[in-house]
């Protein structure tokens, strides 16, 4: 039996390190890992998806609190469904529950769908958030990076000596929407 301690972070700003320093003093054998990646999707998180191939029959995941798992209710239960079969239990130690018991079960399957919830009133928050700065001129929305605005004056460099928009964006190793929309707005300057 091993214990793996999963740590995530959903920003490169934040710092997953507090969360494994803190499983630790419980569980000072467990190995670490550590992952900076949004929660909405369990697919695009590699260090859990490494995690979730390495456990075996008799292993346990132990996680501060269920969100680092995931907030998709539906996903979280198809995956303590999954590790149940594997043999594997998820320990939260926020809520001392353990998946492998029938209360631990029951408190999981409402704390997936608390968590849940609080992903999507956050996003509700920044969506009146975006809309207000939007209507007082404030929102630009997402800018393109610096590495962007390079390749796309490049591109248009391309453009001008003859090049097509789209082979000129695939050369400069930019999207063609991406150099579309940099033409767009250029021009309105």
């Keep these: 039996m091993t214990d793996y301690?999963?740590?995530r972070v959903?920003?490169?700003?934040?710092?997953?390190?507090?969360?494994?320093k803190e499983l630790l003093?419980?569980?000072?054998?467990?190995?670490v890992y550590e992952e900076k990646q949004s929660g909405k999707s369990m697919i695009n998180r590699p260090v859990f998806q490494e995690l979730l191939n390495t456990?075996?029959?008799?292993?346990?995941?132990i996680v501060r609190e269920l969100s680092r798992i995931g907030r998709n209710t539906t996903d979280v239960?198809?995956?303590?469904?999954?590790?149940?079969?594997?043999?594997v239990a998820v320990i939260i130690k926020e809520l001392q529950v353990d998946s492998t018991s029938?209360?631990?079960?029951?408190?999981?399957?409402?704390?997936?769908?608390?968590?849940?919830?609080?992903?999507?009133l956050m996003l509700e928050r920044q969506k009146a958030g975006?809309?207000?700065?939007?209507?007082?001129?404030?929102?630009?929305?997402?800018?393109?990076?610096?590495?962007?605005?390079?390749?796309?004056?490049?591109?248009?460099?391309?453009?001008g000596n003859g090049?097509?928009?789209?082979?000129a964006a695939k050369a400069a190793g930019v999207g063609v929407a991406t150099l579309y929309r940099y033409i767009k707005t250029e021009a309105k300057i």
Excluded: H, W
């Design 163 to 167: 090049m097509s928009k789209e082979k």
């Design 5 to 7: 301690i999963y740590s």
């Design 102 to 120: 029938a209360t631990g079960k029951m408190v999981l399957t409402i704390m997936a769908s608390v968590s849940q919830m609080e992903r999507e």
């Design 55 to 61: 456990v075996k029959a008799g292993d346990r995941i």
């Design 77 to 87: 239960l198809a995956l303590f469904e999954e590790l149940e079969g594997k043999g």
């Design 25 to 31: 003093q419980s569980y000072p054998s467990a190995a």
């Design 130 to 159: 975006i809309e207000e700065a939007k209507k007082a001129g404030k929102y630009k929305g997402k800018q393109p990076s610096l590495k962007t605005i390079k390749a796309c004056k490049e591109a248009v460099g391309y453009v």
């Design 10 to 20: 959903s920003t490169k700003e934040q710092n997953s390190k507090s969360q494994a």
